[in-house]
T-cell receptor, first 115, second 114 residues
Framework: DGGITQSPKYLFRKEGQNVTLSCEQN?????MYWYRQDPGQGLRLIYY???????QKGDIAEGYSVSREKKESFPLTVTSAQKNPTAFYLCASSMRGTGRDQPQHFGDGTRLSIL | AQSVTQLGSHVSVSEGALVLLRCNYS??????LFWYVQYPNQGLQLLLK??????LVKGINGFEAEFKKSETSFHLTKPSAHMSDAAEYFCAVPLNTGFQKLVFGTGTRLLVSP
């Protein structure tokens, strides 16, 4: 079955350390997204990518970086510059284009905590 | 700019009772609207979506939502709650850009008691 795979499910970061969250999809979707979820705040967009080798900052990009070298993969790096990284991170994908009726499909998330 | 407001961060119902989760939207253009459900420690799953046409939209797991333009609302309902419905529910609207960026509400946690 097609879907989005996020790994690891749980991740711990030490002070001053960069960590990378993996997101892989086999839905043949062009667009991919990273969200951060905190209790009571809904989902906030970190980065998004409409096509390979191109990505844009979302609403809360500071302290994060991404790459999009393959259509299937959109890894997120949480850098040491992100001072409050503890959150639930969700990756999503959708068909490309201007179709505002296209839903986003989500992975099962990675929970990042500070040691 | 497009936005959604979900009234009530928590809603409690008894098993078998009506479920009503509220969502009001703000949009300068005819909106598309989505409801997603999130079970603990999982991602979001699409429940239903409104695009055009019929204003009463049926989704999975017995949920439905009615688009009311005059009230700028898209409330989610289910006639009879089941214990398995306990989850967090998000309403979302895409921005009016050339790219499908979703704006999510802050979510409503549904609690179902026996």
């Amino acid at each position: 079955d097609g879907g989005i795979t996020q790994s690891p499910k749980y991740l711990f970061r030490k002070e001053g350390q960069n960590v990378t969250l993996s997101c892989e999809q086999n839905l043949n979707h062009d667009a991919m997204y990273w969200y951060r979820q905190d209790p009571g705040q809904g989902l906030r967009l970190i980065y998004y990518s409409q096509i390979v080798n191109d990505f844009q900052k979302g609403d809360i990009a500071e302290g994060y970086s991404v790459s999009r070298e393959k259509k299937e993969s959109f890894p997120l790096t949480v850098t040491s510059a992100q001072k409050n990284p503890t959150a639930f991170y969700l990756c999503a994908s959708s068909m490309r284009g201007t179709g505002r009726d296209q839903p986003q499909h989500f992975g099962d998330g990675t929970r990042l905590s500070i040691l | 700019a497009q936005s959604v407001t979900q009234l009530g961060s928590h809603v409690s119902v008894s098993e078998g009772a009506l479920v009503l989760l509220r969502c009001n939207y703000s949009s300068s253009v005819p909106p598309y609207l989505f409801w997603y459900v999130q079970y603990p420690n999982q991602g979001l799953q699409l429940l239903l979506k409104y695009t055009t046409g019929a204003t009463l939209v049926k989704g999975i797991n017995g949920f439905e939502a009615e688009f009311k333009k005059s009230e700028t609302s898209f409330h989610l309902t289910k006639p009879s709650a089941h214990m398995s419905d306990a989850a967090e529910y998000f309403c979302a609207v895409p921005l009016n850009t050339g790219f499908q960026k979703l704006v999510f509400g802050t979510g409503t946690r549904l609690l179902v008691s026996p």
